[in-house]
């Protein structure tokens, strides 16, 4: 069975400075997607960024990228000129096949101003 | 483009009573999900239809739990009945055709608390 770890509950970073949050995963599958997703408090999953595992290049969204690897099977996100808008939780999931998506149980980010 | 819309958004029960959630996919999306959140957790998947048929309902607690998807659009999740643990935010969601394809787009959901 598929897992996906986040072992972070919590992290908080400044205004303007740069966090990672981290993820790893587990799986014996070859072909695969992962995601990142967003849950403000209103509770609506909003997709931040996604990697396919057969790409090398790692995705990057505006002020969002990840660091992609596959060997390791890690998966963190960096957010940088983090905003006060960027406070939510985090999700982490993966998806195989058959498109049925696996979420580790995410971090709660907040931003100090 | 309208999103995934639900309802109601809110709703609180007594255990052992029945409640009902509706969702409306976005136009054209042709797989359908419905997730369950406790809080503290992420989101795990209860059912998944491709157009009206169920593609994956193994997580379903199928003596409580029912969901369908008639004429391939709206959905309904029902729980009949109710237990304590069934307090969560239910989240629909809807793709084109699958995940590995295309993003899925999820809806706010719909917060039950059985009490």
């Known amino acids: 069975a598929q897992t996906v770890t986040q072992s972070q509950p919590e992290m908080s970073v400044q205004e303007a400075e740069t966090v990672t949050l981290s993820c790893t995963y587990d799986?014996?599958?070859?072909?695969?997607?992962l995601f990142w997703y967003k849950q403000p408090p209103s509770r609506q999953m909003i997709l931040v960024i996604r990697?396919?595992?057969?790409?090398?290049q790692n995705a990057t969204e505006n002020r969002f990228s990840v660091n992609f690897q596959k060997a390791a099977k890690s998966f963190s996100l960096k957010i940088s000129d983090s905003q006060l808008g960027d406070a939510a939780m985090y999700f982490c999931?993966?998806?195989?096949?058959?498109?049925?998506?696996?979420f580790g149980k995410g971090i709660t980010l907040s931003v100090r101003p | 483009e309208a999103g995934v819309a639900q309802s109601p958004r809110y709703k609180i029960i007594e255990k052992r009573q029945s409640v009902a959630f509706w969702c409306n996919p976005i136009?054209?999306?042709?797989?359908l999900y419905w997730y369950q959140q406790i809080l503290g957790q992420g989101p795990k998947l209860l059912i998944q239809?491709?157009?009206?048929?169920?593609?994956?309902d193994s997580q379903l607690p199928k003596d409580r739990f029912s969901a369908e998807r008639l004429k391939g659009v709206d959905s309904t999740l029902k729980i009949q009945p109710a237990k304590l643990e069934d307090s969560a935010v239910y989240l629909c969601?809807?793709?084109?055709?699958?995940?590995?394809?295309?993003?899925?787009?999820f809806g706010e959901g719909s917060w039950l608390t059985v009490v």
């Open positions: 990697q396919e595992a057969y790409k090398q």
């Open positions: 999931a993966w998806a195989g096949a058959n498109s049925k998506l696996t």
């Open positions: 239809f491709q157009n009206n048929g169920v593609v994956d």
């Open positions: 969601a809807s793709s084109l055709v699958g995940v590995g394809v295309d993003t899925i787009y």
């Open positions: 799986t014996s599958e070859s072909d695969y997607y």
């Open positions: 136009s054209g999306h042709a797989t």
